[in-house]
């Protein structure tokens, strides 16, 4: 398929070769919903073909030095970053992003998921524990294949997310992209092989969640299982995982608190506010209810508005977008349909609510109060442009407020009062809380969801706890002391 001047594979590439599909299916660009073109489909011969070349390449690729792993990973990090411009309007074609985003962060960002585990697999060095009888030496080793499950709102920088500690580590992989964006996860997989990624060490195989994801996470050849959408599919995946005893990882979904006190600056919070907006909402750490310290309410609105109203709405491919497409017709329905009921709640309209003249696919940003803290709009992922606003008269308010949901991946908090920020940052309960700030991500913290927001933790080190075995070799202290007498294996 040519995107632009772009040639994209849509073939399945499975042990270092371009396979065709048992099926194929359309690939759609949600830019004008138009059919690009179609992509293999996979099934479960595909997947066993696939996993059966993974598990042959480990036997190499799991032996490898972490340094040797590191400069082919290295050389697979920049060949992303020299390939910018194809990638970032294929991913934007494809899901509907914006291009200079993707561009200007998304694909640097998958770089550094790449290059940054290498590194760190470098220093993963193991441990040593003195104990009084015996000595522990604890080392990573890679576990085998994993397979990895990605979503279409961000298929670069999620699926790198997993691909760097997992070949890092010494693992091979099963990636299986999301079916309604997988050309950019193909285009990754020929950027691979030009790195010099050794055949079967990386294979992707394309296709519908519920015939290729499901073979793949149902697999017995398959030692890891990591896997970023919805908590609907993460159910079935940890099924799949608990069949097999096999340890997940899973990413899932959110409903953020954007808590606003009267001491931040309203206009960093304000504009903060907007960016919640960006990939149309489409964003599982996004801040979607804004909880507002009554006193500063009024003015933080009409700042929003404002910063919002001066986001441009269309085509993700120019630069002076800033919101562009949902990613399906299903997506819009779904998205209008929250909108309209919680409209029938007696919710109303800040700005926003309907569909905007860019096209069939592009909803505007919304912003709906009142919201009762029980209703459907407070406490669904919307996974679309639509926030809701409150207000709250108490710290201890916010933070029941802000608490009162099933989910837990993250928060955003805007205060000038730094003991505020600690306070109310450990009340919150979520993976990530964001004081002052939006969307920075440091790959050697960790990164999990709490709740129905995830189950297991990634990010430095801890990326290497869920991609390998670690394992104790205990020693007993006194068998290799020098001049010991008698003992089994006693050196001379
Ligand atoms: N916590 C995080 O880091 C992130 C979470 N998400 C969440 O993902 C969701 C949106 O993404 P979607 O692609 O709609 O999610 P989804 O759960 O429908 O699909 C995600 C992936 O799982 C596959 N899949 C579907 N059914 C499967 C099955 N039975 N077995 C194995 N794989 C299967 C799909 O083909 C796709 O590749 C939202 O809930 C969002 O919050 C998205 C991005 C990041
Ligand atoms: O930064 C990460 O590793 C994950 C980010 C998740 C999203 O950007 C998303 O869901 O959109």
Redesign the pocket.
């Known amino acids: 398929m040519k995107i632009e001047t772009v040639y994209v594979p849509t073939d399945h590439y499975i042990d270092g070769k371009r396979v065709s599909g048992s099926a194929s299916f359309e690939v759609r660009t949600p830019i004008d919903n138009s059919v690009l073109g179609t992509c293999a489909g996979g099934n479960k011969d595909l997947i066993d073909r696939a996993v059966e070349a993974a598990r042959a390449a480990f036997h190499t690729w799991g032996k490898a030095s972490a340094v040797a792993r590191g400069v082919v990973l290295r050389r697979f990090a920049q060949r992303i970053r020299a390939n910018k411009a194809a990638l970032s309007i294929v991913e934007s074609t494809d899901n509907g992003g914006l291009r200079h985003a993707i561009a200007a962060h998304m694909i640097e960002r998958s770089a550094q998921n790449i290059e940054f585990f290498a590194a760190r697999a470098e220093h993963i060095g193991g441990e040593v524990v003195p104990g009084s009888t015996n000595t522990d030496i604890v080392t990573y080793e890679p576990a085998g294949v994993a397979a990895l499950?990605?979503?279409?709102?961000?298929p670069l920088m999620?699926s790198t997310w997993k691909l760097g500690p997992a070949l890092a580590a010494g693992n091979t992989v099963v990636l299986?992209?999301?079916?309604?964006a997988p050309l950019s996860c193909g285009l990754l997989a020929s950027l691979a092989e030009e790195a010099g990624v050794p055949p079967g060490v990386l294979n992707v195989v394309h296709g519908?969640?519920?015939v290729t994801?499901?073979a793949?996470?149902d697999h017995p050849g398959i030692s890891r299982i990591s896997?970023?959408?919805?908590?609907?599919?993460g159910r079935?995946?940890a099924t799949a995982a608990a069949a097999n005893l096999v340890p997940v990882s899973l990413?899932?979904?959110?409903k953020s608190p954007f808590v606003v006190f009267s001491s931040a600056d309203l206009d960093a919070a304000a504009a903060t506010a907007a960016r919640q907006y960006f990939n149309a909402g489409q964003v599982?750490l996004a801040g979607t209810r804004i909880l507002a310290e009554r006193s500063i309410a009024q003015s933080l609105l009409e700042k929003i508005r404002e910063k919002v109203g001066a986001m441009r709405i269309g085509d993700p491919r120019d630069e002076s977008t800033s919101i562009g497409p949902l990613i399906s017709a299903r997506q819009f329905e779904r998205v209008k349909g929250f909108v309209d009921r919680a409209r029938a709640q007696g919710a109303e309209v800040l700005f926003g609510g309907r569909q905007h003249s860019a096209g069939e696919l592009y909803f505007e940003p919304t912003l709906l109060a009142p919201v009762s803290q029980k209703s459907e709009i407070v406490q669904n992922?919307v996974?679309g442009p639509v926030l809701t606003w409150q207000t709250f008269d108490e710290e201890a308010e916010a933070i029941t407020l802000a608490n009162d949901t099933t989910f837990g991946?993250a928060a955003v908090i805007f205060t000038g009062d730094p003991a505020q920020a600690e306070r109310v940052g450990k009340a919150i309960v979520a993976g990530t809380v964001w004081v002052n700030s939006f969307f920075v991500r440091n790959l050697a913290a960790p990164f999990s969801?709490f709740r129905l927001?995830?189950v297991g933790v990634e990010g430095g080190n801890r990326s290497f706890d869920f991609y390998c075995n670690v394992k104790n070799l205990s020693i007993d202290n006194a068998s290799f002391q020098r001049g010991a007498s008698s003992g089994p294996g006693r050196p001379h």
Not at 149 to 154: E, L, S, V
Not at 176 to 180: D, M, S, T
Not at 251 to 254: A, P, Q, R
């Open positions: 499950i990605t979503p279409w709102n961000g999620l299986k992209p999301p079916e309604l519908d969640g519920t994801g499901q793949l996470a896997f970023t959408g919805s908590p609907q599919t079935k995946v990413e899932l979904g959110g599982c992922e996974f991946l969801g927001s995830g």
